[in-house]
């Protein structure tokens, strides 16, 4: 009886709130400290001009959903507002919509604002506010991987199993509201990867008036709607509850488990966000921090440190959300991207005949001859390549054609293109007559290194293929590294910067040749790894290769470190399994070709995932046998 009069008398309250022009506090009626912003203390504060010293306001994002409110923000506003009126302050709480929040930051008159992931990052991309906590559920592996979008179908659906039986097909979708960043946005994050129009194909979606996920499983449930899109973990929850079972549906495109126990078809993102207002008093951001962080809310849910949103910045922009929604394509631009191939062609074609054109009104006669022995000295290089390709039809009758074949055509790729892109660019001088003495020989001195490079590869793979015998002689390891890395910043194959560091007098018995030929693999591998990295990475020089010599008892190890994309231990458990790289641009050495060349040093290569992100490599070598006696020795004084 009493709890339906304190109902009434609030929406009395309302009622005369809204006749005087007053703005409304209350966000619905979830939780008794919502109700309380209504007594008169805080009436008066809201007709103030300026925010009373004693005054808290957190601002809530409208954009969240009611459920969320209702489970889990009404007893955190209980339990502050519990704790700021024994120290004299007055919890007041605003529902506003987001143009109306940015205001009120700007203006100072907001403390703390709750948002979801999307215009978290907004805010956090302006500097407008600065992160306290997250809200992290028990399933999720860190605060930051607490929210999904779970896209699923009724299990006994024969027409729809994969991203592209949606996409293809003309089917009723429902989710919980266009709003919602977990219950509907964060769901085209897959289809976007795929590269299909998300905003036509979403544009007939149905949502719930009530914002309720149950709604959503009900009608997919009974067929009212062909497809569903709701929170991550919130089947679990009302199965939990028996208004739901996981064998009434199937779910599409599921992910792994590691990071988010629940059944879901998307990346893992945070849910809600606590913030404050980078003007905010200390104290106050102290005392609220000290009120959230570790209260236990129904669920198990808790308010955690925040994690980092690199990730969340990566979806946003695909779907052109948060700081992203402002990025848009022109007229000119969007004819441009669906024609692209067309107008390509087009300057390709406008290039090569202007180019065309331009070759034959210059004069040929006036070649030099040191072009002609630069076109020789490319014939040579035809005829050994040629030659070693013979040699490898022998040698897919030995059964060594695998390992041979991929040092050979790749190793051999990079010189022979670099001698006749200096060619072609000398003839081009020549027949300009922009050619002077000094460019002519510093290019064929460039021409001549990269044939001695050819030259030498041809010949070590020949001594190869002779003998399976290694050619072990003493070595400086340091060097060795140095001059792989030298090689491979003369290659031109990537921009990312390399740096040496660790033990400079590392003495092995190696064929320097072939750990020089492994550690080049190896950081070309690396260096591919960064092509799928987000662009700000580079522009804030965030991308760096180390190489790292290590002392390990009896053994040297050399280690190739990058900050990549994120891997698994699957992944790096898988990483010597194939021969050949499956990358676009691969290699042109297979990784179990490194790793073989590195047991016949009596070595092995490993591989395991870079502390936050990257690969870490490993080749270890055995020390040479005074390398030994000396550590040998060492420990023998130490004992003494």
């Excluded at 991309?125 to 929210?147: C, E, N, T, V, Y």
């Excluded at 959503?216 to 973990?233: E, F, R, S, W």
């Excluded at 030259?455 to 072990?472: P, T």
Aim: glycine residues 4%.
């Amino acid at each position: 009886m009493i709890r339906r009069l304190i109902i009434t008398l609030v929406a009395m309250a309302v009622v005369i709130l809204s006749a005087l022009g007053l703005e409304s506090i209350v966000i619905e009626d979830h939780s008794s400290i919502l109700r309380q912003t209504l007594t008169s203390p805080v009436e008066r504060l809201i007709n103030q001009p300026r925010k009373d010293s004693n005054q808290v306001v957190v601002a809530i994002d409208n954009h969240i959903e009611s459920y969320l409110i209702d489970r889990f923000l009404a007893p955190t506003f209980d339990a502050i507002n519990s704790s700021f009126n024994a120290e004299g302050k007055f919890l007041v709480v605003k529902h506003l919509d987001r143009e109306t929040i940015t205001e009120m930051l700007n203006e100072g008159s907001i403390d703390f604002v709750i948002t979801g992931p999307d215009f978290y990052a907004h805010l956090l991309f302006d500097d407008r506010i600065k992160p306290m906590s997250m809200l992290w559920r028990p399933q999720a592996a860190s605060p930051g991987h607490s929210a999904a979008s779970t896209i699923f179908v009724r299990h006994d659906n024969a027409d729809i199993y994969t991203l592209n039986d949606i996409a293809r097909g003309n089917y009723k979708i429902e989710a919980v509201a266009k709003t919602s960043f977990s219950g509907f946005l964060a769901a085209q994050d897959p289809f976007a990867k795929m590269d299909y129009p998300t905003q036509r194909l979403f544009e007939t979606v149905t949502f719930t008036n009530t914002k309720n996920p149950l709604e959503v499983l009900n009608d997919v449930k009974y067929g009212y709607a062909d497809v569903g899109i709701v929170p991550a973990c919130q089947i679990e929850y009302y199965m939990s509850r028996n208004l739901a079972h996981l064998s009434d549906f199937r779910v599409i495109n599921p992910q792994p488990v590691d990071y988010l126990a629940c059944q879901h078809s998307t990346q893992t993102f945070s849910s809600l966000v606590l913030s404050y207002q980078k003007d905010t008093n200390a104290n106050m951001v102290l005392s609220m921090n000290n009120i959230v962080v570790g209260m236990r809310l129904p669920g198990a849910l808790t308010w955690s440190l925040p994690d980092n949103p690199r990730s969340l910045y990566d979806m946003l922009y695909r779907l052109r959300l948060g700081p992203y929604s402002d990025i848009t394509y022109s007229t000119l631009n969007r004819i441009f991207h669906e024609n692209r191939v067309v107008f390509i062609m087009g300057i390709l074609l406008l290039v090569a005949g202007l180019f065309y054109n331009l070759i034959i009104s210059v004069e040929v006669a006036s070649r030099t001859r040191a072009l002609q022995r630069t076109l020789s000295e490319k014939e040579e290089l035809a005829k050994q390549q040629e030659q070693t390709n013979e040699y490898i039809a022998r040698l897919e009758r030995t059964g060594i054609v695998g390992q041979m074949s991929s040092m050979i055509a790749h190793e051999l790729k990079q010189p022979l293109a670099t001698v006749s892109n200096y060619t072609r660019g000398l003839l081009r001088r020549i027949d300009r007559h922009t050619a002077d003495e000094d460019t002519i020989v510093k290019i064929l001195k460039e021409i001549e290194y990269h044939n001695e490079r050819a030259v030498e590869i041809v010949d070590h793979v020949r001594k190869y293929a002779k003998s399976h015998d290694v050619k072990r002689e003493e070595h400086n390891l340091y060097e060795i590294v140095l001059q792989s890395v030298e090689t491979f910043k003369k290659s031109g194959r990537s921009q990312v910067p390399v740096r040496v560091e660790g033990v400079r007098d590392a003495s092995v018995e190696a064929d320097d040749w072939e750990v020089e030929l492994a550690l080049i693999n190896l950081l070309k591998n690396s260096a591919d790894a960064f092509a799928e990295v987000h662009p700000a990475r580079y522009v804030q020089g965030e991308c760096l290769i180390r190489v790292r010599i290590e002392d390990h008892e009896d053994s040297w190890w050399i280690r190739v470190i990058d900050n990549a994309k994120l891997v698994t231990k699957d992944f790096t458990d898988e990483f010597f399994n194939k021969l050949e790289t499956t990358k676009a641009h691969g290699l042109g050495l297979g990784l179990s070709i490194v790793s073989s060349l590195a047991e016949r040093h009596a070595g092995r290569v490993w591989a395991e995932p870079n502390v936050g992100r990257g690969v870490i490599v490993t080749m270890e070598l055995p020390k040479t046998s005074g390398s030994k006696k000396q550590s040998e020795d060492l420990d023998e004084e130490i004992e003494k």
